[in-house]
């Protein structure tokens, strides 16, 4: 009876072995032919988005990904690292034999001379080295950290730098620092893959003419941009084909009237499609004066766009910002012979803007720095969808020109009751389709001319309005001869980097339809630390915990089993 009861047993078990192998192979074999992932992270922060997925498939050539971030590192860059790994490790799994990747340990088997020189070469690319300190031990540490990647496409090379800095609150909290950075790696080495890749480029235009900035003041802006767009500087002088041919245009810091006929111009490219970057300032404030005299008189300019942009749904007030969170700039407070003493004050009249709006333009940005900004209000343009990107902080004053501005401002402390102004808009984004500020305004026989091709209304479309010109303006100095200028953002004075360039490249690439990508930056990956004091006291009775509770259930699994086989066999 024990006998047929075993055979019975050891023939079902067989049954079930055959039958589980048979599932498994039916299971790869339809494996090969269907591809799906499952992402159980709340965030979904291994879910690529559906433009990531399309530039992978879309590659027709390797592109290789030679990634610094290597090495004896601390705990929160190994994280990086890690999550590095894992996201290339996703491209993997959308084109495996055109994705491919390393992680290189510079520091291995190095000379210093050598590895110095390999430091100055990727700053030149744009990899910026960092100096890690780790205090948590008994003793200070410090680690040369490369945080950043080349990738290169047939030909061409790409950097990709990893770390995400950031002013403000948490700036120098390197779990925030790491997390922020995180965040951004889908959208950083996608990004780089686009630029590899992209053939075609849309043409951008940047407006001369009307006293804009000069060539030196927007070459890193170009520099920049030229990684996406075709850009070139342009008269329109009244032709009405100037514009033809080009996907957006940048009107720089203007400082003289607009002529009527190249208004039509550029208000007939914005209802055939064209999209704008207005960066204007309402104000002008002489600096050299400022410089020589410690104050001049703000006085509204006159540039002819008022009644245009007000038709779009936007009006720049002929007024002037201070705010609490000022930009240093440095003073001259003494001479120790022939050399003047510098101080740094924060200057009130220089905002500096900490974007906290969800838009993927402007999420995750570091601080912008901004000069002489007026604010913007948001009127007219029925049908437009307004959406302030960049606002002032809690403590503004509002001043109305004409107004005298004066360096000694700097020396007194600001008064918070006289600061009874919060969040002013100095950016705008307007989208929706815009009407011709010409409408009814022009004579039949010119809007009914074929060579014209007048247009009453645009299509959907987008333009952005900032007030202040200077917001895309690089430093710039002279030595030995030539211009040496200053990446967009960095102030060579305090020598802190903003998120002006960040901003500039997100709004163009938006205005420009590439927002699918920009997208990718609205994830916010939650930051679970944990408690370093509590760890300290806990130590051992976490470890024990981890050491001896995995172990219970497979204790418990196997006394179960033991009296369950004897129970069958006895």
């Not at 004896?72 to 495996?96: H, V």
């Not at 064209?274 to 002008?284: E, R, Y």
């Not at 969040?423 to 809007?447: D, K, Q, T």
């Not at 590439?514 to 051992?540: A, G, Q, V, Y």
């Amino acid at each position: 009876m024990k006998k047929t009861k075993r055979r019975l047993i050891k023939k079902q078990n067989i049954q079930q072995l055959i039958i589980l192998l048979i599932i498994i192979v039916l299971i790869n074999v339809v494996g090969s032919y269907v591809f799906t992932r499952f992402d159980l992270t709340t965030e979904k922060r291994y879910t690529l988005s559906d433009n990531t997925k399309k530039i992978i498939t879309e590659l027709d050539d390797i592109v290789y990904f030679k990634v610094y971030l290597e090495g004896n590192l601390p705990a929160s860059y190994k994280r990086l690292r890690n999550e590095t790994q894992i996201m290339l490790n996703e491209f993997r799994s959308y084109n495996k034999s055109n994705i491919q990747f390393e992680f290189v340990n510079l520091a291995e088997d190095k000379d210093r001379k050598a590895l110095f020189q390999i430091y100055e070469e990727l700053s030149k690319k744009g990899i910026q080295p960092i100096v890690d300190y780790d205090g948590s031990d008994a003793e200070m540490s410090q680690r040369v950290i490369v945080p950043g990647a080349i990738a290169s496409y047939k030909e061409r090379e790409a950097a990709v730098y990893l770390l995400v800095s950031t002013i403000g609150p948490g700036s120098q909290d390197k779990e925030v620092i790491v997390n922020n950075s995180i965040q951004e790696i889908e959208f950083k080495l996608a990004d780089a893959m686009r630029k590899l890749t992209t053939t075609i480029k849309p043409r951008v235009a940047v407006l001369e003419g009307y006293g804009q900035l000069k060539p030196v003041q927007t070459v890193e802006l170009e520099r920049e941009l030229r990684e996406y767009y075709r850009v070139e500087r342009i008269r329109i002088n009244q032709q009405l084909k100037a514009l033809d041919g080009f996907q957006s245009l940048i009107v720089a810091k203007p400082d003289s009237a607009f002529d009527e006929k190249d208004k039509f111009i550029i208000d007939q490219f914005i209802m055939r499609g064209g999209k704008v970057l207005w960066c204007i300032d309402a104000v002008a404030v002489d600096m050299d004066s400022l410089r020589t005299k410690n104050e001049t008189i703000a006085l509204a300019k006159n540039l002819n766009l008022e009644d245009m942009l007000f038709k779009y749904g936007a009006r720049i007030g002929t007024n002037l910002i201070m705010d609490i969170n000022g930009a240093s700039i440095p003073m001259v407070t003494g001479m120790i012979g022939d050399q003047p003493q510098y101080q740094f004050f924060s200057w009130n009249f220089f905002p500096v803007i900490f974007p906290n709006q969800p838009h993927p333009v402007v999420k995750n940005l570091n601080a912008i720095r901004t000069e002489f900004v007026s604010s913007i209000d948001t009127v007219g343009g029925r049908g437009i969808k307004k959406t302030a990107l960049l606002t002032t902080s809690r403590y503004t004053r509002l001043l109305n020109t004409p107004l005298v501005v004066s360096l000694n401002a700097l020396r007194e402390t600001p008064d918070k009751k006289l600061y009874n102004r919060a969040n002013i808009p100095v950016a705008v984004l307007l989208e929706g389709e815009f009407e011709s500020l010409y409408l009814h305004r022009i004579p039949e026989i010119i809007a009914e001319n074929p060579d014209i091709n007048f247009k009453e209304k645009s299509p959907e479309n987008r333009m952005l309005v900032i007030s202040d010109g200077d917001i895309i303006k690089n430093q710039h100095v002279w030595r030995d001869g030539n211009y040496m200028t200053y990446p967009l953002g960095f102030d060579r004075f305090t020598n802190t980097t903003y998120g002006n360039k960040d901003f500039i490249l997100n709004a163009m690439n938006y205005l420009c339809d590439d927002d699918n990508l920009l997208d990718i930056r609205s994830r916010e990956l939650k930051i679970r630390l944990l408690d370093k004091t509590r760890i300290s006291k806990e130590k051992f009775k976490w470890q024990m915990f981890n050491i001896f509770i995995p172990l219970l259930p497979v204790i418990l699994i196997g006394i179960i089993l033991m009296i369950i086989r004897h129970r069958i066999f006895v």
